[in-house]
């Protein structure tokens, strides 16, 4: 190639390359700034965006298992609210059954004692079949167990067995029909009355195991996801700092990169003084 030629300028051509590639690496620095990463999408690092992409999945579902888990929880928490307050009904209910079995009371009291038994009696009733979170009522008859999302597969569940606090049933064995119309079925009433509170202090310690064993996931899949996200961070986010010393650098390359373009591009000019 001539060394004197208007057709072809290498130098320019040079130039020009030069100044291409920097500009090139000032979008790429420009664009992680602007993202705050510097794998932003699968062309920047195919390998490293899939990973990543595969950690944002299962974070994502572990918004969904920690949505079950205390969805469960407030189930739980709920029928152990009831159940205190049938275990509460049922010491007033003993109270009452044992006044009634003396033998030395007249019919008016043993009346009385009867009525306010029967309305303890069915204020259970009523507190058994109010305990309903969003549809779910473990302490009814045959009620419903809570089965939790322990994991971001759905593989694995955290299962709470019901605990039926119902009348007449394996924990509250008086009957919905119970009374306390003589002394000598008040006296059987104390027995079949403090064998019902042992039965629902057992239940509710199931409950609040299941609740206590709940809520011990929840926090670890908070700390799991927290790590996660973490992880992900690590992969594709940006050093700013790093960046931003790099946009300096490659400004100023820029700058120079146009000045020998322009220095490059005048050299041919020379060239006219030659046919003067």
């Keep these: 190639m001539a060394l004197n030629s208007v057709n072809t300028n290498n130098g320019a051509l040079i130039a020009l390359q030069n100044l291409n590639a920097t500009n090139n690496e000032l979008a790429n620095v420009q664009g992680r700034i602007n993202t705050g990463k510097k794998v932003g999408s699968a062309k920047d690092n195919g390998a490293i965006w899939a ?4 950690q944002r999945g299962t974070s994502n579902a572990l918004n969904a298992v920690k949505d079950s888990l205390q969805r469960g929880q407030s189930t739980i928490d709920v029928a152990i609210a009831a159940g205190e307050s049938v275990s509460d009904l049922l010491l007033q209910m003993k109270e009452k059954a044992l006044a009634a079995s003396d033998t030395t009371l007249d019919t008016t009291s043993r009346s009385a004692l009867n009525e306010d038994f029967k309305a303890l ?9 109010n305990a309903d979170f969003n549809g779910a009522n473990m302490i009814k008859a045959s009620g419903n167990t809570v089965t939790a999302l322990a994991n971001a ?4 569940k955290i299962t709470v067995a019901a605990q039926s606090l119902a009348l007449g049933g394996a924990n509250v064995t008086v009957a919905a029909t119970a009374s306390l119309s003589t002394a000598t079925i008040a006296a059987a009433m104390v027995t079949t009355v403090s064998t019902s509170i042992s039965n629902v202090g057992s239940a509710l310690a199931k409950l609040g195991t299941g609740s206590k064993s709940l809520e011990s996931h929840l926090t670890f899949v908070g700390k799991l996801q927290d790590s996660l996200d973490a992880g992900v961070g690590n992969l594709v986010d940006a050093d700013l700092a790093k960046e931003s010393a790099k946009l300096q650098a490659l400004q100023t390359k820029q700058q120079l990169g146009v000045q020998a373009l322009s220095i490059a591009n005048s050299s041919t000019s020379s060239l006219l003084g030659l046919f003067r």
């Design 51 to 54: 990973i990543a992409q595969t």
């Design 121 to 129: 009696r069915d204020q259970i009733t009523k507190a058994v079949t």
């Design 153 to 156: 597969d759905g593989t694995s």
